[in-house]
């Protein structure tokens, strides 16, 4: 069964710091590249950052560049989202998502995305 599972989300005080984990189970997952997205009630969702996974290259928002840092264990299958200086406008639901595209900028499409994960809740107080 192809899973991505995300974990780690909880309430944070503003200008503390998160780290989401993306675990990947039951696909090839070093043919993958990953993203992070993030939907906030009523708002569309948006990607905050990906990686490719063959080159090691990382791509963030503008939004939560400097703040956010993705990166990747191979060894564990898994992608994190290490969050620092929250603020309450990181406030939402958190999901990850695995692409065959070779990742070469922020990519936004979802389409693209072949495997979602069932995301993580993130509240950050204010």
């Known amino acids: 069964e192809v899973q991505l599972v995300e974990s780690g989300g909880g309430l944070v005080q503003t200008g503390g710091s998160l780290r989401l984990s993306c675990l990947a189970s039951?696909?090839?997952?070093?043919?993958?590249?990953i993203g992070w997205f993030r939907q906030a009630p009523g708002k569309e969702r948006e990607e905050v950052a990906c990686?490719?996974?063959?080159?090691?290259?990382?791509y963030y928002s503008e939004s939560v560049q400097g703040r956010f840092t993705i990166s990747n264990d191979n060894a564990k299958s898994t992608v994190y989202l290490q969050m620092n200086n929250v603020k309450p406008e990181d406030t939402a639901v958190y999901y990850c998502?695995?692409?065959?595209?070779?990742?070469?900028?922020?990519?936004?499409?979802?389409?693209?995305?072949?495997?979602w994960g069932q995301g993580t809740q993130v509240t950050v107080a204010s």
């Open positions: 039951g696909f090839n997952f070093d043919d993958y590249d």
């Open positions: 998502a695995a692409t065959l595209e070779p990742i070469v900028s922020i990519h936004p499409k979802e389409d693209d995305y072949d495997y």
């Open positions: 990686i490719s996974r063959r080159f090691g290259t990382t």
